[in-house]
């Protein structure tokens, strides 16, 4: 009984560094490989405390979870900046020096040796030393951990790491500040890990080097991998095939020379036919908004009043851009570039491909740094801002390649971009349920009102990368719509679209300006541009060329021979 116990145990430990780990990888699309080192803190934090300083428990414990945890937040920090494979190299990199450190670290650290000794853990007068009597605690801290786990995925901050994954840029775009998430999540994984790390070291008396190799990491990723990346139960699931499957298999009645190897080649066999069947994993990804209960009184006014900005004034200037330059090398993409957007006015900007209007876009909502110029909106200057702060401040806008979460239900898209959210912090989420529950509930029927502004509300609980090409246009403009900005900038929203859906979006994008929204557009599509705009930029090799009505400029002589015809 007590190796059916050991097993058991194993598994909870596991089980806290799959959930963590998918956490990390499935949740955010951080791809790092230093899992086994975050576990080693842990183990080695109560291994050095207690045979060295005679700490008692659980200090030791507490202390290596939060070591550890900042310890993953400074690993965050190559983050911030990279992604893919190269933070796949940094990691590793992280890996190899806490091996190197902790086999160089003499007595400290027990050097190849480790260190021994480590004692059990006793609480009121109980000694917890066999596996059986340890199975208890091991299991609780994996319930915790995974609760732990679990709250987060659920929240609107586990919503907000998923639209992180699947794509920075838009999850900017829609106010939210990717660096704290990173570093939260990264300090939060790790310090789950050195749980099972701590966990351990009093389980088995005893830490050592070979306990925490890229093996390790790599046999953790394959639990979450194995189960499906984006589900908690996956990982779960993941951990107790690959902890209990091998044990299972020395009961197979095997040749003595050979029995070693057949039980790999087997196992082996079993996953590779597992993941043949189910490459998403045994358990895939599931979408966690709730559902909406379609129990609400509708307001027949509500879509009228939807997005009003209070007080606006029809022509005030809401955006005002001087002298804006930006430079890549020697390629001088916008130079001498000045724009007025107004409120309650639809402004396209147009010119030939490559004239700068993306680039205008990017430096008026902070993507780029203008290397001349000013910005501000409502006369406060927005220069220095990041992206999600200018989102904040009244400011979004959208992408010519859509960027949409398409991983994401139509409802978590929108949900992931409206604004003042309290559960974007992973403080008031597990120190406020109470109020993000409240929250949550009224969102939910702000996002169904916003779909229901753009008719998209049937589609709500679709995946994203099943709508329709124009599906997909309405869902960015209410995901824009969502970000509660006064100043929206669309770039390219209608391209591609047949003139019966054009017809059919136009009253939409109307809609926003008549309620008071500040409308920018750069577009190709003269039919958009009559259709739409009350009046014209033309931008040509990074500068403006004139301004006007749609039809003043069409039927520019100059114009009309460089650029409409």
């Known amino acids: 009984m007590e190796y059916l116990f050991h097993v058991l145990v194993m598994l909870c430990l596991y089980a806290i560094l799959a959930s963590s780990f998918n956490l990390l990888i499935g949740f955010a699309g951080l791809f790092a490989l230093s899992h086994a080192a975050f576990y080693a803190f842990g183990a080695y934090a109560v291994a050095i405390l207690t045979t060295h300083y005679g700490v008692p428990f659980p200090w030791p414990l507490i202390a290596g979870v939060v070591l550890t945890g900042l310890m993953g937040a400074l690993v965050a920090i190559p983050a911030m900046r990279i992604g893919g494979h190269y933070l796949v190299i940094v990691t590793l990199a992280l890996q190899v020096i806490v091996l190197a450190v ?13 260190i021994a000794g480590i004692p059990k853990i006793e609480l009121f007068g109980i000694a917890f030393d066999s596996p059986h009597s340890f199975l208890p605690i091991a299991l609780l801290a994996a319930v915790l951990c995974i609760a732990v786990c679990w709250r987060i995925a659920t929240s609107p901050f586990g919503r907000a790491l998923k639209a992180m994954r699947e794509n920075e840029a838009a999850t900017q775009a829609v106010g939210k500040n990717v660096v704290y998430m990173k570093v939260t999540v990264f300090a939060v994984s790790a310090a789950l890990a050195a749980v099972a790390g701590a966990l351990l070291a009093h389980y088995i008396s005893f830490v050592g080097v070979e306990s925490f190799t890229i ?23 993941g951990a107790a095939i690959l902890v209990i499957l091998p044990e299972l ?87 001498s570039f000045d724009i007025d957007l107004r409120s309650g006015i639809i402004t396209g900007l147009i010119g030939p491909n490559g004239a700068g209007k993306t680039t205008a876009f990017n430096m008026l909502t902070g993507f780029l740094r203008p290397d001349a110029g000013t910005i501000t909106f409502r ?16 400011m979004a806008r959208s992408f010519q390649d859509l960027k949409l979460f398409t991983k994401m239900s139509v409802l978590e898209n929108v949900l992931v971009s409206l604004p003042h959210q309290s559960g974007d912090s992973i403080a008031a989420v597990f120190l406020q349920p109470g109020r993000i529950r409240r929250e949550e509930e009224a969102n939910l029927h702000r996002a169904m009102e916003i779909l229901r502004f753009v008719k998209l509300d049937a589609k709500a609980h679709e995946l994203a990368e099943n709508l329709s090409y124009a599906e997909e246009k309405l869902l960015v403009i209410a995901r824009l719509l969502a970000t509660g900005a006064e100043v929206l900038l669309f770039d390219e929203p209608l391209s591609g679209l047949d003139p019966n859906t054009l017809e059919e979006i136009f009253p939409i994008v109307r809609r926003l300006a008549e309620n008071g929204k500040t409308v920018c557009i750069i577009e190709h599509n003269l039919d958009v541009i009559r259709g739409l705009c009350d009046t014209v930029v033309f931008l040509d090799e990074g500068k403006n060329i004139a301004a006007g009505t749609p039809d003043a400029l069409i039927n520019d002589p100059q114009l009309a021979e460089r650029y409409f015809q």
Request: glycine letters at 16%; proline letters at 4%; charged letters at 20%.
């Open 215 to 237: 093996d390790e990491t790599i046999y953790i990723l394959a639990m979450v991998i194995l189960g499906g990346t984006g589900n908690l139960w996956g990982s779960v699931l």
């Open 249 to 335: 298999l020395k009961f197979l009645a095997l040749p003595p020379d050979i029995a070693d190897k057949m039980r790999q080649i087997i196992y082996g066999l079993i996953l590779i036919l597992i993941l043949l069947l189910r490459p998403q994993g045994l358990l895939g990804e599931r979408s966690t908004a709730p559902r909406l209960a379609l129990r609400e009184a509708r307001d027949a006014h509500a879509d009228e009043e939807l997005g009003r900005i209070a007080g606006a004034q029809r022509g005030e200037v809401t955006v005002e851009g001087r002298g804006l330059a930006k430079s890549f090398g020697g390629i001088v993409a916008v130079r």
């Open 102 to 114: 902790l086999l160089n670290g003499g007595h400290f650290t027990g050097g190849p040796d480790g």
């Open 379 to 394: 006369g406060r200057s927005v220069a220095g801002l990041k992206p999600h702060e200018i989102v904040r401040a009244g």
